[in-house]
Nanobody, 124 residues
C-alpha cells in the first residue's frame, strides 16, 4: 500500500505562509490522485485541495481558493500545499491522502492511504 509521510507543519502568524510537504513511497503519476484535508478542533474533516494523477486537474475548497496552491513534483515523489495569507480559521490538523481513481480530483473521495498529519496553528 502507498505510504505518505508529511512534513512542514508548525506555528504561523496570521497573514503568514507555510508549505506542507507529502512524500509518497512510490510514484503516484497516473496511479493516484492526491488530496489535502484538514480538521479543525471540534469540526469535521474537510477537503481543501486535490490534484489528479495525470496533473490535468486541481481543485480547491471555497475557503482556501486563491490562497492555497497544490503542486506535485513527480521526479521526487512529492506533493506540496503552499498556504498563503493564513488566518486563524485555517488552524487545524492537515493530512495528505491518495486514492486510486487517478483521473478524478475529488475533495471527497475514496481516499485509502493517509499521511500522519501535521499541525498548523495560526496565531499571533
Amino acid at each position: 500500500q502507498l505510504q505518505l509521510v508529511q512534513s512542514g507543519g508548525g506555528l504561523v502568524q496570521p497573514g503568514g505562509s507555510l508549505r506542507l510537504s507529502c512524500a509518497t513511497s512510490e510514484s503516484t503519476k497516473y496511479i493516484y490522485a492526491i488530496g489535502w484535508f484538514r480538521q479543525a478542533p471540534g469540526k469535521e474533516r474537510e477537503g481543501v485541495s486535490c490534484v489528479s494523477g495525470d496533473d490535468r486537474y486541481t481543485n480547491y475548497s471555497a475557503s482556501v481558493k486563491g490562497r492555497f496552491t497544490i503542486s506535485r513534483d513527480n521526479a521526487k515523489n512529492m506533493v506540496y500545499l503552499q498556504m498563503n495569507s493564513l488566518t486563524p480559521e485555517d488552524t487545524g490538523l492537515y493530512y495528505c491522502a491518495a486514492h486510486p481513481l487517478f483521473r478524478l480530483c475529488l475533495l471527497r473521495g475514496p481516499y485509502d492511504s493517509w499521511g500522519q498529519g501535521a499541525q498548523v496553528p495560526v496565531s499571533s
